[in-house]
T-cell receptor, first 114, second 115 residues
Framework: GESVGLHLPTLSVQEGDNSIINCAYSNSASDYFIWYKQESGKGPQFIID?????DKRQGQRVTVLLNKTVKHLSLQIAATQPGDSAVYFC?????????????FGRGTSLIVHP | DGGITQSPKYLFRKEGQNVTLSCEQN?????MYWYRQDPGQGLRLIYY???????QKGDIAEGYSVSREKKESFPLTVTSAQKNPTAFYLC??????????????FGQGTRLTVV
């Protein structure tokens, strides 16, 4: 079945820059999306979520944008810090056959240079 | 503190052996999941369970088995039929899934290596 995908496998930025990580999803029925951060050797941790009735949600230094027209999500990290270096996954809550199962994309590795 | 615990953190398996990975949660979540992660890859769903005594195959269930006899426990057995079991295994739990619902909480993972 189709699943969430990411455009860039690796993103390198300088400390202090803003980072943008993109994600394309293919299931138009998806109504809930989450961004997770996974540090090396650890399990993914929740960063921010957004429901399909919204197009933008802000957290602390992070913003998620949702464009349902083109089925695209992005995660913006302001003033990126070395501690932000990790793999970032987007996930949708619709899985194979339309069942509600957290379904993950490939991930983007964010590398922050001091 | 509430959370989800996987053990062991590292596991070594000989060819032809079955091994069982433990996953326990005290979050009172109904749903639990097992994912496999290979280097440079995303998370692929092995099995999931929405309620006690019931579980469903995910995308890559071949060579794996699970049980869900208790709400808080969802062990995964990697059988000798799994030809390439070396990977990082992640267990997660959540409240029952539905429209616009909640996040999955993850354990810290078990790294399985075949020797």
């Amino acid at each position: 079945g189709e699943s969430v995908g990411l455009h860039l496998p690796t993103l390198s930025v300088q400390e202090g820059d803003n980072s943008i990580i993109n994600c394309a999803y293919s299931n138009s029925a998806s109504d809930y999306f989450i961004w997770y951060k996974q540090e090396s050797g650890k399990g993914p941790q929740f960063i921010i979520d957004i429901r399909s009735n919204m197009d933008k949600r802000q957290g602390q230094r992070v913003t998620v944008l949702l464009n349902k027209t083109v089925k695209h999500l992005s995660l913006q990290i302001a003033a990126t810090q070395p501690g932000d270096s990790a793999v970032y996954f987007c996930a949708e809550n619709i899985g194979p056959g339309g069942s509600y199962i957290p379904t993950f994309g490939r991930g983007t590795s964010l590398i922050v240079h001091p | 503190d509430g959370g989800i615990t996987q053990s062991p953190k590292y596991l070594f398996r000989k060819e032809g052996q079955n091994v069982t990975l433990s996953c326990e949660q005290n979050l009172n979540h109904d749903a639990m999941y097992w994912y496999r992660q290979d280097p440079g890859q995303g998370l692929r769903l092995i099995y999931y369970s929405q309620i006690v005594n019931d579980f469903q195959k995910g995308d890559i269930a071949e060579g794996y088995s699970v049980s869900r006899e208790k709400k808080e426990s969802f062990p995964l057995t990697v059988t000798s039929a799994q030809k390439n079991p070396t990977a990082f295994y992640l267990c997660a739990s959540s409240r029952p899934q539905g429209r616009g619902n909640t996040e999955a909480f993850f354990g810290q993972g078990t790294r399985l290596t075949v020797v």
